[in-house]
């Protein structure tokens, strides 16, 4: 429900607050004052298209903030939640929610959701779940087979909603199997060829068998083997300098025995000697083992390297060919080879697949069948129900003699919302043809059709708000009293918004807010006011007549008024 909408700067409304609250709402208004933007202000705020030519003239933006209260556990709750706003505790099962949205000179348009900036369409989505429009282009709409069928939808209630969901299940597993199927028929060919040069690519990197890391080790074998003389010489010089084994020189180690044996003869004089000739021991007896380990290394030296270079060479070229065919890395020959064989394994399995999918497809097409003909039954049971409803509700709306028909009739296409075309007709009278209502009803029918659809709905479906523009174009008289009759039983279980210019439809609301402009020759400037009591009276007679001060306009509303208050039941 709507608590308040604060407007500024759009259209002729320089500033305005619009208190709302529960039950029925009626907003009237002169000619131009800009009643109608109290509804574009309400569409900006549920996510409407923004249109800097809304901005009223000479300000450089127009913005609109709503208040709503919402139940504090919901949908709504938890969709501001998850948009990173925040909702204020209002009573003990309810919250407050802000909205807003600004629109600059530039085109640029903000929206921000329980205090904090977010994209325009969460204002879109939370609209959907809070408010219901109706105005004169829902007339046009209503026109159309999809948006009858919506509506037959909605009152159908819990029984379709399950019946379409378990039907759009299926449906979309079965599209989405047939989609593939097909897509497998179709590319097979190019797929068979795609695992042919596959298998080519796979068998030539197998031949070669590149194993991980291969191609570092070879790298690192090449360059030992291609200095494998200078790394004699080098560990033969050494081992000589350290332990002669071939010449009748000095080495460190006879040295180092040396050194140790003189510490060792004066070691009782000093003690510290004695810890510096234990140290000389290590060290010639760590050389004796690097000693050790040179003459291992040079035995281990391949004696035949050059014989080992050439076949190491050769398999570097061999990595290399891969690597220029399937690289640039090595690593990336070794992902062409395992990818490879992944994707070979996929496509061989295409005939499989396809016959899996065939399986598959027939069941559900049997199935989507089963499920479209239950939806089909529900829509056919909720149509009679709802015509019957709708039909009631035309003869109070001073359309006595004129049913409402709705044909559902099914056809060999499925779509999303099963096979069912549905249509509503206008029976005008007994023993006529009913007819389309793009054909058969008047604009001011149309309304009323509308009305009556919405008031019957309500019971199925309850929604938290209707607005209604001017849904009482072109009716008058004792169907327009019957207009306000409906929006107030409407008000009983939903906020009611209506902008209107008929005193029989206004004279029903428990709020009635009017537009005032005032005009200094070149810019107006609307406000809104809440009336009560003269005020009031004073609107109303101008509604009828035309003349706010007029003795028998003035006692017209009164009695108006008075009709009102004791044919219906207010919601304070």
Avoid: C
Avoid at 43 to 63: E, M, P, Y
Avoid at 152 to 176: I, K, P
Avoid at 540 to 560: F, N, T, V, Y
């Amino acid at each position: 429900m709507i608590e308040e909408i604060g407007i500024r700067d759009l259209g002729v409304i320089a500033e305005a607050s619009l208190p709302l609250g529960r039950g029925f709402t009626a907003i009237t208004g002169e000619t131009g004052a800009g009643k109608t933007m109290v509804v574009t202000a309400l569409g900006l705020l549920l996510g409407g298209r923004a249109d800097s030519g809304v901005i009223r003239q000479g300000s450089g933006q127009a913005s609109v903030d709503g208040r709503w209260v919402i139940p504090a556990d919901g949908a709504v709750a938890d969709r501001v939640v998850e948009a990173g706003g925040g909702v204020d505790p209002f009573g003990e099962s309810q919250a407050e929610l802000t909205l807003g949205r600004s629109i600059s000179a530039e085109g640029r348009s903000r929206a921000q959701v329980g205090g904090r900036s977010a994209p325009v369409g969460v204002l879109a989505e939370l609209g959907e779940q809070l408010v219901v429009v109706h105005g004169q282009s829902d007339q046009v709409r209503l026109r159309s087979q999809s948006a009858q069928r919506d509506a037959l939808d909605r009152f159908a209630g819990a029984e379709l909603t399950t019946a379409l969901n378990d039907y759009r299940t299926v449906y979309s597993r079965y599209l989405e199997n047939v989609t593939e199927r097909d897509r497998l028929v179709r590319e097979r060919d190019a797929r068979s060829a795609e695992a042919a040069e596959l298998r080519e690519i796979i068998a030539e990197i197998e031949a070669v068998a590149p194993q991980p890391g291969e191609d570092e080790e070879l790298a690192v074998r090449a360059e030992k083997l291609t200095n494998l003389e200078d790394l004699r010489i080098a560990a033969a010089s050494a081992r000589e300098a350290i332990s002669a084994e071939e010449s009748d020189g000095p080495d460190v180690v006879v040295l180092l025995d040396s050194a140790r044996r003189q510490l060792e003869r004066v070691a009782s004089y000093d003690a510290e000697l004695g810890t510096l000739s234990e140290q000389v021991a290590n060290a010639s007896y760590l050389l004796s083992e690097i000693a050790l380990e040179l003459s291992s290394y040079l035995a281990g030296l391949d004696a035949d390297g050059a014989r080992e270079l050439e076949i190491v060479q050769d398999r570097r070229n061999e990595l290399s060919i891969l690597m220029r065919k399937y690289g640039p890395g090595f690593d990336d020959v070794l992902a062409v080879f395992e990818n490879g064989n992944a994707r070979l394994l996929e496509l061989d399995s295409d005939t499989d697949r396809i016959e899996e999918l065939d399986a598959v497809v027939e069941a559900d097409a049997a199935l989507v069948d089963t499920l479209a003909t239950r939806l089909s039954e529900v829509r056919r049971s909720a149509a009679e129900r709802l015509a019957s409803a709708v039909s009631d509700e035309l003869s109070a709306l001073a359309m006595p003699d004129a049913t409402l028909v709705i044909e559902v009739s099914t056809n060999d296409e499925l779509t999303f919302s099963g096979r069912d075309n549905v249509q509503f007709l206008l029976r005008p009278h007994a023993g006529a043809e009913p007819r389309a209502l793009a054909k058969g009803a008047s604009g001011g029918e149309l309304s009323r059709v509308m009305l009556a659809i919405e008031v019957v709905i309500a019971g199925t479906d309850p929604v938290p708000t209707f607005v209604f523009d001017e849904v009482d174009a072109g009716v008058g008289g004792a169907a327009a009293i019957e207009i306000g009759r409906r929006l107030a039983r409407l008000a009983e279980t939903a906020q009611v918004i209506a902008v209107t210019h008929l005193a029989q439809v206004a004279a029903f609301a428990n709020n009635h807010l009017a537009v005032v402009k005032d005009s200094d020759g070149t810019v107006t400037a609307s406000s809104v006011r809440q009336l009560t009591g003269d005020e009031r009276t004073a609107e109303m007679a101008r509604l009828l007549s035309g003349l706010a001060d007029s003795e028998s306009g003035l006692a017209h509303a009164e009695e108006l008024l008075t009709l009102a208050r004791s044919a219906t039941h207010m919601v304070g």
